[in-house]
């Protein structure tokens, strides 16, 4: 199975991507739900369906309740979840409070994990490794070019962005300065030394 993506091209004559042509992601037309989820899961581990499912029927509620406590929620494998929120600017201290505050949303940092990608051996006989920080959610999905016109283009991410179907929720705090400090669907990396390895290699 695989990510489906189609070749779009940007008709935007304002910006500078015009003309280029950009992976779009492509979804089906049907959600997987709390039944097909628990299904999945039964086949994964030695819990029966009806079990899992009433765990999942009861983890918006059991989330809604830290939210509530002002927690945030990490799920090992998945990621971090915590409330952000937009706030009305106002001139005197004193008028800002809890009144200001308009718009909520759940902010969501995916768990990220370190992928050697590479190695280069320096003269000093160490070994300088490269490296990725992927998503965990994300690292072993496979992407392929769909010509099937039942699946919906993502509507959320315009062609020429560079990035389709991203998480786009990671720094959007509004006038809070909310930041989750996520990676937002690419990937970052580096290299690290690591010295005296490889010196008989």
């Known amino acids: 199975m695989s990510q489906k993506f189609i070749k779009s091209q940007n ?3 304002f910006t500078t991507a015009y003309g280029k042509y950009y992976a779009t992601a492509v979804y ?4 997987i739900e709390t039944e097909q989820l628990a299904e999945f899961i039964q ?3 030695s819990v029966k ?5 009433a765990v999942l029927d009861e983890l918006g509620s059991a989330m809604k309740h830290f939210f509530e406590l002002g927690q945030k929620i990490k799920l090992d494998g998945i990621g971090i979840f915590k409330v952000g929120f937009s706030s009305i600017g106002v001139t005197n201290l ?3 409070g809890a009144n ?4 909520r949303r759940v902010l969501f940092q995916p768990e990220t994990e370190r992928v050697v990608v590479g ?3 320096l003269a000093n006989g160490s070994v300088k490794l490269k490296y990725v920080n992927a998503i965990t959610l994300l ?3 496979i992407f392929e070019e769909t010509h099937d016109n039942a699946m919906n283009v993502e509507p959320e991410e315009s062609a020429g962005s560079g990035d389709s179907g991203g998480t786009t929720g990671g720094n959007t705090g509004g006038n809070t300065g909310e930041n989750t400090g996520g990676n937002t669907g690419g990937n970052t990396g580096g290299d690290e030394e690591i010295p005296g390895e490889g010196g008989n290699g």
Do not use: G
């Open 49 to 53: 369906k009806s079990d899992i499912k």
């Open 139 to 141: 690292k072993d999905v």
């Open 11 to 13: 008709k935007n004559t």
């Open 119 to 121: 190695q280069q051996k």
């Open 100 to 103: 200001t505050i308009t718009t």
């Open 28 to 31: 089906d037309n049907h959600f």
């Open 94 to 96: 004193e008028d800002c």
């Open 43 to 45: 086949t994964q581990a």
